[in-house]
T-cell receptor
Framework: DAGVTQSPTHLIKTRGQQVTLRCSPKSGHDTVSWYQQALGQGPQFIFQYYEEEERQRGNFPDRFSGHQFPNYSSELNVNALLLGDSALYLC???????????FGQGTRLTVV | GDSVTQMEGPVTLSEEAFLTINCTYTATGYPSLFWYVQYPGEGLQLLLKATKADDKGSNKGFEATYRKETTSFHLEKGSVQVSDSAVYFCALPPNNQGGKLIFGQGTELSVKP
């Protein structure tokens, strides 16, 4: 079992650009959640996808959007990048109805 | 709303010392409770969990007991190793909803030989 995989592992972008991060969930899982973890902080929930639709959303602006594909993999898109978007972005997968989540290694995004 | 509060870090211990990391929570109902660990440069790994009051979760020598009376879920280990150096996060699912978690701010543990 490959677990949750994320790509890329590191990314450097310029302010104002757009970025797409990718996530493949653990085998058998149908729900994908995305989190932003700033340096020295706990992860903050961005949104969750289930059955290709956004099911829950945290307190993040519309610049953050996502998508889930029929094979349950997911993308996180961030438009008009700000310096403050620099963080570790974590993907977590779970089985619908269960609270236990499994995390990927994360994508380290640096905005310069 | 639901929240999690952890003790401030960093915590520095000598090898074989006893570890306690405090976690208290505020929640609607009785959600499952989790401890996650994050090693340097890595994502989060589920360390242990408890699904109802008085449950004890355990893994790799770590233990935590779900205390409804004190709304706590303190993490303990009898004898820490250098390899336990990491950041530890307490978490819960608000309204016991699947997949979404609220995390504490994390407690950094450093174990010296």
């Amino acid at each position: 079992d490959a677990g949750v995989t994320q790509s890329p592992t590191h990314l450097i972008k310029t302010r104002g650009q757009q970025v797409t991060l990718r996530c493949s969930p653990k085998s058998g899982h149908d729900t994908v959640s995305w989190y932003q973890q700033a340096l020295g902080q706990g992860p903050q929930f961005i949104f969750q996808y289930y059955e290709e639709e956004e099911r829950q959303r945290g307190n993040f602006p519309d610049r953050f959007s996502g998508h889930q594909f029929p094979n349950y993999s997911s993308e996180l898109n961030v438009n008009a990048l700000l310096l403050g978007d620099s963080a570790l972005y974590l993907c977590a997968s779970s089985l619908s109805g269960l609270s236990e989540a499994f995390f990927g290694q994360g994508t380290r995004l640096t905005v310069v | 709303g639901d929240s999690v509060t952890q003790m401030e870090g960093p915590v520095t211990l000598s090898e074989e010392a006893f570890l306690t990391i405090n976690c208290t929570y505020t929640a609607t109902g009785y959600p499952s409770l989790f401890w996650y660990v994050q090693y340097p440069g890595e994502g989060l790994q589920l360390l242990l969990k408890a699904t109802k009051a008085d449950d004890k979760g355990s893994n790799k020598g770590f233990e935590a007991t779900y205390r409804k009376e004190t709304t706590s879920f303190h993490l303990e280990k009898g004898s820490v190793q250098v390899s336990d150096s990491a950041v530890y996060f307490c978490a819960l699912p608000p309204n016991n909803q699947g997949g979404k978690l609220i995390f504490g701010q994390g407690t950094e543990l450093s174990v010296k030989p």
